[in-house]
DNA sequence: TTGTATGCGTTATCAC
DNA sequence: GTGATAACGCATACAA
């Protein structure tokens, strides 16, 4: 039992291709025609196949979000952020994961052949100059959330980490704390490497020195555990601590509470992203948000809008960040 | 600047479309032939239109799941076991997201094109009549990781509930629990039910009564904080929680706290999915492995298999579940 | 309004 | 081994 085609409802319907496809788009047709379709379509559970559809129409009226790591809440915000807009639309978002190395992202948008969407939005962790090429060669339109070179010539959407820092530093001094340590993610990442310069230069606009650094393997939550003795190695000379994510913060939270330290009381935590799990985390983390529901709308619109119209300028759009204050620190 | 077709390689390379897909494909050719083809791809930035390529051989090579909520950690278990699956027998996952209701679910089958991909792999929260219809007349083969009918005839993988319950009241019952209360989610659900049954049957094995019941509108965070009075005002009389899922035994931790009770010391807690929430969270959440890797491993190779031969009988898989032990229960 | 015929980009079947 | 050509299933310009 194969599948009917287009060809088998005209003929079981006694009527043309042409006025099959009429009906089934919408186009003006006789009450007659419409029912005698309709009933064909119905009889053989007609449905349409969608690769030659979009072949002849040159859309496929789909759109892919790859994130990196889908275990990280903060792409869940993204994401829903991202299906809104593009639903709205009239568009299907599918939802594929690359995973941290810059090739399986290189080979993502490559192997983004015409024909699977008709754009992608990409939020990359590391950026190299293959990637950078590979969007600028890439068949759909590429938009990114994150940071890439602005010779790239590609739409972005980023955060403002630095502003984000400061804010989660004059928030600690605020109330009090002064020995800030940092817990940053894989400095060869572009998060990384924007975080700890915004640590940096957070800390210097307050004439204060960093009272410790360490560097996780990894944004997840395994890495934030598994950093924790470098840290407390430095012998809690630390009164205040920012990690570079929250899934970071919250590791590293359970490592301060086997070690005896009690938060907010002992060290006050601040994580990044304002993920789900900042919330649900315990106690509830104050955290920097990034803006990540707004980067996923941005970028979701400016995919749209690029899509419309090719040969409009790359945009470059910084979405600022707030602080979502909650019990890890005082 | 128009994308280069398959026609425009082989003008460029002096050679005929045959020869260039011939190449493509690694089908026998001479080396020079080779070379000039390559040559020319290379040169024009060719890349293959999926559309085309497969509309003509029939097959997408794409697999889709689709989930209910992103936001539910259970699920992001499961869908790096599908996707490990899928991608070793070279086949792309993309992920879609329903939502809770039924019709959401059900005009994702129908809307499943022939087309958009070879197989589907759904988790539905609620079924009803519709969707197993709309299952039965799939354009492409379709597994169930949950529980249809078995008069639906099609693949499941299912995890075992009542088992999950019976296994986290023995331990309770062992650590000398015997006031034991359940948060339940949304009880017209499929997961919602099976719980229900489940947690009143182990009861009734160890001859004890319920001390409270609850249900959330949601198996989510929200849900569980939300469902907090009803429980409480039950007036202190549990010394133990089994929660239908983590999202929901997190979010109830949060107020259990807040009411000044301590887990695991006045109440012990226990969670279902064994998630990475569970681990995350704080204290760290005794909770009912159903076997979500494995069921999704499972069921992508059901898929497989059925994409092999459709004729083979449906198969419903049961996967045992495990007790993950962790800091909040005694 | 309806039907006929062409082409979207690719692979596969033939001859050569 | 290579090249012309017929499908794959659909939408649409054009003719009726």
New binding site residues.
């Given amino acids: 039992m ?2 009917p ?3 088998g409802v005209a003929r079981a319907a ?9 009906v ?2 919408g ?4 009450e ?2 419409i029912e005698r379709v309709q009933r064909a379509v119905d009889a053989l559970g ?4 969608s690769r ?2 979009s ?4 859309r496929t009226f789909q759109l892919t979000l790859a994130v990196a790591d889908v275990g990280n809440p903060v792409y869940v915000t993204m994401m829903r952020a991202v299906e809104e807009v593009v639903s709205a639309a009239g568009y299907r978002l599918v939802v594929t994961t690359t995973g941290p190395d810059v090739v399986d992202e290189v080979a993502l948008v490559r192997g983004m052949a015409r024909g699977y969407a008709d754009g992608l939005l990409i939020s990359p962790i590391r950026v190299d100059e293959d990637l950078v090429k590979s969007i600028r060669e890439c068949e759909v339109p590429v938009v990114v959330a994150g940071n890439v070179p602005a010779k790239a010539g590609v739409d972005t959407v980023r955060a403002n980490s630095p502003k984000g820092m400061l804010l989660a530093v004059d928030h600690l001094v605020a109330k009090g704390r002064r020995r800030i340590a940092f817990l940053n993610g894989p400095a060869d990442t572009v998060p990384g490497a924007a975080r700890s310069k915004g640590f940096t230069e957070a800390l210097k606009a307050h004439e204060l020195q960093p009272a410790a650094v360490a560097e996780a393997t990894d944004f997840t939550f395994a890495a934030g555990r598994a950093a924790a003795p470098d840290l407390l190695a430095a012998g809690g000379v630390f009164d205040a601590l920012i990690c570079a994510n929250d899934l970071l913060a919250v590791g590293l939270m359970h490592e301060l509470a086997a070690a005896g330290l009690e938060v907010p009381r002992d060290v006050a935590v601040v994580g990044m992203d304002d993920s789900e799990l900042a919330e649900q985390s315990f106690p509830p983390l104050t955290s920097v948000n990034l803006g990540s529901a707004e980067r996923g709308r941005r970028a979701a619109e400016l995919l749209l809008a690029r899509i419309e119209d090719n040969e409009r300028a790359p945009r470059r759009i910084v979405v600022q960040p707030s602080l979502s204050i909650r019990r890890s620190t005082p």
């Fill in positions: 194969s599948r085609t287009i060809a006694g009527v043309s291709v042409a006025s099959v496809s009429r089934l788009n186009l003006p047709a006789t007659e025609m007609y449905v349409p196949d030659a559809r072949l002849k129409v040159g």
